[in-house]
T-cell receptor, first 111, second 112 residues
Framework: QKEVEQNSGPLSVPEGAIASLNCTYS??????FFWYRQYSGKSPELIMS????GDKEDGRFTAQLNKASQYVSLLIRDSQPSDSATYLC???????????FGKGTKLSVKP | DAGITQSPRHKVTETGTPVTLRCHQT?????MYWYRQDPGHGLRLIHY???????DKGEVSDGYSVSRSKTEDFLLTLESATSSQTSVYFC???????????FGEGSWLTVV
């Protein structure tokens, strides 16, 4: 089983819709969870971090964490064409510093 | 944005030659990382450092070595480059375990 799994997509949504991106992880001791956005040819940039169960909102973005189900998601409200990118889920295991990344979900927002 | 710079940004080299990629950060971050990113594989950790002269292997460390003689610099060396090491290499840094990891702009390496 992969440590961090995401659907590769592409996920296509119309402009203005809600995009829902999902991620599961295998290691129950994971403590920190991150969503990064990566445009083609660019480096990953942090969108959200979440550390405790529940929802965390930042503008149009909401991260949801359920440690019992080992599941983390990212909702993007009022999706814009500029949101078209690959979204990477990353998990920080226990006391170790390094992040384990999923392979990413490619999102396409159609005007 | 964290001040992380990578050099060179683009390089073409021949099989069998040594290559060194440099990462420089100005944030005084304790942790530094080297990842490679390939289609179908995502970001994979090569090596990381949790302090000066303290390094450890990641999941794809074969054929790579690293050195960290100063907090701000983390070097990745390909001892004898192979075509399978053609990739995009990202350096990253982090203040402490569990904190946000910030990425450099990437180094595109082609081994011919």
């Amino acid at each position: 089983q992969k440590e961090v799994e995401q659907n590769s997509g592409p996920l296509s949504v119309p402009e203005g819709a809600i995009a829902s991106l999902n991620c599961t992880y295998s290691d129950r001791v994971s403590q920190s969870f991150f969503w990064y956005r990566q445009y083609s040819g660019k480096s990953p940039e942090l969108i959200m971090s979440i550390y405790s169960n529940g929802d965390k909102e930042d503008g149009r973005f909401t991260a949801q964490l359920n440690k019992a189900s080992q599941y983390v998601s990212l909702l993007i409200r009022d999706s814009q064409p500029s949101d078209s990118a690959t979204y990477l889920c990353a998990v920080n295991r226990g006391s170790q510093g390094n992040l384990i990344f999923g392979k990413g979900t490619k999102l396409s927002v159609k005007p | 944005d964290a001040g992380i710079t990578q050099s060179p940004r683009h390089k073409v080299t021949e099989t069998g030659t040594p290559v060194t990629l440099r990462c420089h950060q100005t944030e005084n971050h304790r942790y530094m990382y080297w990842y490679r990113q390939d289609p179908g594989h995502g970001l994979r950790l090569i090596h990381y450092s949790y302090g000066v002269k303290d390094t450890d292997k990641g999941e794809v460390s074969d054929g790579y070595s690293v050195s960290r003689s100063k907090t701000e610099d983390f070097l990745l060396t390909l001892e004898s480059a192979t075509s399978s090491q053609t990739s995009v290499y990202f350096c990253a840094s982090q203040q402490g375990a569990g904190n946000t990891i910030y990425f450099g702009e990437g180094s595109w390496l082609t081994v011919v």
